[in-house]
Every structure is written in C-alpha cells, then in structure tokens.
C-alpha cells in the first residue's frame, strides 16, 4: 500500500501534493519521527531550511506538534521559509501545531547550558503537547548557541547528545539537531557524527557507520580495552552483513535477469513454433518434387537451418514447461544413461566416455531435466572437439556452505578449450563460441537447471595445445 498517498488515521488527511513529492524524494525521512535521533549538518541556509521545514510540516500533517528552536536564523526568517513551503504560520502557531522557541527559552534558559534540565524540558514539552490532543512531538533545534561563552564546554555538548538517544527511545519524540559545517570547528562536528545515529547531508538521510553508542563516548564504567573490543566486534559485523547483502543483491539481479531473459525466449519460442511447423511442412512437400542439382542444394541447406531452428525452439519450450513430477535421482545412474546414448566405440572418431560413481549420489528433483543436463554437457564436449570425456560423481560439501550436504559432479573433457577472456560469458543466452554451429542455449539451460535445483554450476578451463580443455564443477544438495 501506498503509505505517503493514504490518509494518516489521526488527521483522515491525505498528504498536499508538496508533501507527497518531497517524501517520495526523501522516504527515509519522511519514515522518521518519534524515537528517532539524527542530526544535519549543512553547508548554507538553503541546504537546512529546505530539508527541516518540510520535515516539521510533515509532522504537523501527521497531527503532531513541532518545535523549531530558533538561533542561527531569526524568528521572521523561519517563518519566511515555512510560508515559502505552504504553512500557514498564522494558524499552526494559533492550534498549538506549531512552536517557534528562542535558545534563551530552551538551552540557556537559565543563563548557561544544562544538559539535564534541556532533557527535563523536553520530557515536559511532551507532556504540555498530548494535554494538548497531539500525538508526539518532533523537534529541530539550531546548535549555534553551543558556539558562544555560555555553552563553551565541549564536554556538556557531547553529554548532551548522547543522552538525547536514550531520550529519544524512550518518550514520543523525534527530531534534528542542526550543525552549520561553516561555523563549527571539526572537533566539535566529529562529536556530532559519533554522537548520531542517522545523519543529513546534502540532502541525503545516511545510515552513519561512525556512530559510538553513548555509553562508550560517556565512559560509564567500561573498561577501555572491553570498548575497543566491542567496537572491533561491530565493525567487523557490519562489514560482513554488509558484503553479504552486497552478494545476495547481486545474485538476485542476475537470477532475475536470468529469469527475465528465459521468459522472454520462451515467449518467442511459443510464437514461432505454429509458423515453423508450417514452413517445416511447405519444406517437406518441396521435397518431393523433382528440382535441378542448385535447388536440391539449397533445399538440403534449408532444411538443416530448420531443424536449427527447431532445436532451439524446443530447447527452450522443454525447459520451461511445467507439470514434471520431483522425485529422488540417483545421478550417477542419469550420467550412464547419458554417456550410452552419445558414447562411440574406439575407432569411431567420436568421444569416448567414462563414468566413476564413488557411491550412490542422491539429489531432489526432475530426472528428464537432469538427463537434459548432462545431454547438454556431453554434446557441448563433442562439439568443442573432445576425444574423452570424463564424468565423475560422488558425494560433497556446498561451496560456500560447507555444513551442506551433497552431490559434486565433475564433467571434464579434453577438447579445444574456451579463451580466458570468453569464460564468464558462457552461461549467457546465446552466447556461443562456436558461431554458426553453437545455439548459443545449451550452457545458459544447464545453468537454470542447476540453480533451479538449489545448486551451482562453475567452468574452468584451458586452451594450451596439448593440454587444452574444459571441466565443468556441479554441486546440487542432497535430497
């Protein structure tokens, strides 16, 4: 469901079409709000009005209060700047939806800066607002003020703004803290990146990886070493959860892609099989008659660019069709079937083929589409040049999952072999190094096999004269 397009339950209101667009432009903001702690730091004027006002409207349309505590703009800037973007000032001031507050009313209200006494005056704003019939409060206050005599202590800053997340967690309340990047100094600022969670910067809501939890910055007892140690801890977690999503995003675009590119060839398949069945009958009603030597050549040339045609068409069409029932496979006996149907006798000039089976090897799954596997393999070796092709199945671990059982199939032979430069290429659809010879869909269709089955499939492979030629690694899980 749309969340920024339906009405909020506490207002019935949907969003003014402003705020419909800024949220979509910024939908990790418009997501933020009670509990919520970030901080922006900008560059100019533009930069933080443009990105608070909308923030504070929006919560205002969600039926809750604002508060924009006012230092390094006056008052009648703001106001200028909400007006700008569609408040009516007037009226949200007169409801209590919005409150503009000076630093001398909130962080020097009594003359210096108190980092408990702001958190108190925070906890009552809460409470003044829900007497008031609003839901929470979202806040933004300018942090220019830190930078006169009366809030000179760096430390009270930073005491400040860890607590501030443990306040925020707590109570019905979000909101920014606002750094001007001209003003403070890069000590003062690199506080503020370890001090927030969430961070604002040129526009952009950025998940902060040097964020310190606050009883780390504040030393509450931890010993130094337990600190760098849990740091260490965290780093390393979230690189690996990191590099993980990484390759699961990948993965996932090229399944799709995958997937994206088989039903589109399936699809083109399904829509020229009527009209080559009939040029495949026109083909044969042709030849029967009586035609010159050229004709009968061109015919023949005809003919076996139809039966080209037609092996691709249903190479594709066999693979996606449905209804084939899964069943335990032992592959090894499905890699002698293969092997007898396309092994020749020594002399032959055809591929001999042998098969090791170390030990029953059981998978789950749809044994034609295994057959149509190692078929495809089989014929990929003959037509690379192989004199012998070696099969060997046996049991074996996952790659990347050791703890997972299996199966691990060796397909090697010792044919032409494939230019390092055109490896990766050749599970692509109708990629062939073979040119006019090659379909181009005997490895893409082993590969989707292979991965519908939960498995994977990888080549290696060498062109050296005298030494050249390609293995194929399979491992599919056991059943």
């Not at 020749?344 to 083929?353: K, L, Q």
Request: a neutral charge; proline letters at 5%.
């Amino acid at each position: 469901m749309d969340t920024v397009n339906k009405p909020y339950p506490e207002t019935g209101r949907k969003l003014p079409p402003f705020l419909r667009t800024w949220s979509l432009q910024n939908p990790q903001v418009a997501s933020c709000g009670n509990h919520d702690h970030f901080a922006i730091i900008y560059d100019n004027q533009e930069d933080q009005l443009d990105f608070i006002v909308p923030f504070l409207r929006l919560g205002m349309e969600r039926g809750e209060k604002s508060v924009f505590i006012v230092d390094d703009n006056t008052p009648e800037t703001v106001i200028a700047a909400m007006e700008a973007h569609g408040i009516d000032v007037d009226a949200a001031l007169a409801t209590g939806a919005l409150a503009l507050v000076t630093k001398d009313d909130a962080y020097l209200k009594n003359g210096d800066f108190d980092p408990d006494w702001m958190i108190d005056f925070l906890a009552q704003s809460i409470e003044a607002a829900k007497k008031e019939g609003f839901r929470s409060v979202r806040a933004s206050g300018e942090m220019t003020w830190a930078l006169g005599p009366a809030g000179d202590s760096h430390a009270r800053l930073v005491e400040y703004e860890c607590k501030l997340s443990s306040f925020f967690a707590g109570y019905d309340m979000g909101g920014i803290c606002q750094y001007n990047r001209r003003r403070f100094r890069p000590e003062t600022l690199m506080h503020v990146i370890h001090t927030h969670p969430k961070l604002v910067f040129r526009g952009e809501l950025c998940e902060n990886p040097y964020y310190i939890p606050a009883e780390i910055l504040l030393d509450r007892g931890e010993k130094m070493e337990d600190m760098v140690a849990r740091l260490l801890e965290n780093m390393a977690e979230n690189t690996r959860l990191r590099r993980s999503l990484a390759a699961e995003t990948e993965a996932l675009r090229r399944s799709e892609k995958m997937a994206a590119a088989g039903r589109m060839a399936a699809s083109i398949a399904h829509e020229i099989n009527n009209p080559l069945e009939a040029i495949v009958n026109l083909w044969y009603l042709l030849n029967q008659e009586k035609l010159s030597p050229d004709g009968r050549e061109y015919l023949d040339a005809m003919g076996k660019e139809l039966n080209r045609v037609s092996h691709i068409a249903n190479q594709i069409l066999d693979f996606y069709r449905t209804g084939a029932t899964a069943a335990p496979v032992d592959l090894g006996q499905v890699a002698e079937e293969a092997a007898r149907r396309y092994s020749r006798p020594a002399g032959s000039g055809g591929p001999s083929i042998e098969i090791q089976r170390r030990a029953p090897a059981t998978v789950f799954g749809s044994p034609g589409e295994f057959g149509r596997l190692f078929e495809n393999l089989i014929v990929n070796a003959q037509e690379a040049g192989a004199t012998r092709i070696r099969i060997r199945v046996s049991h074996g671990r996952g790659w990347n999952k050791p703890a997972r059982p299996g199966v691990r199939v060796l397909i090697a032979d010792n044919g032409a072999g494939i230019p390092s430069d055109l490896v990766s290429k050749v599970f692509e659809p109708f990629f062939s190094t073979k040119q006019q010879k090659g379909t181009g869909l005997g490895l893409w269709v082993s590969k989707a096999i292979v991965q519908k089955h939960e498995g994977s499939i990888a080549a290696r492979t060498s062109t050296r004269p005298g030494s050249g030629g390609t293995a194929f690694s399979i491992f599919l899980p056991a059943a």
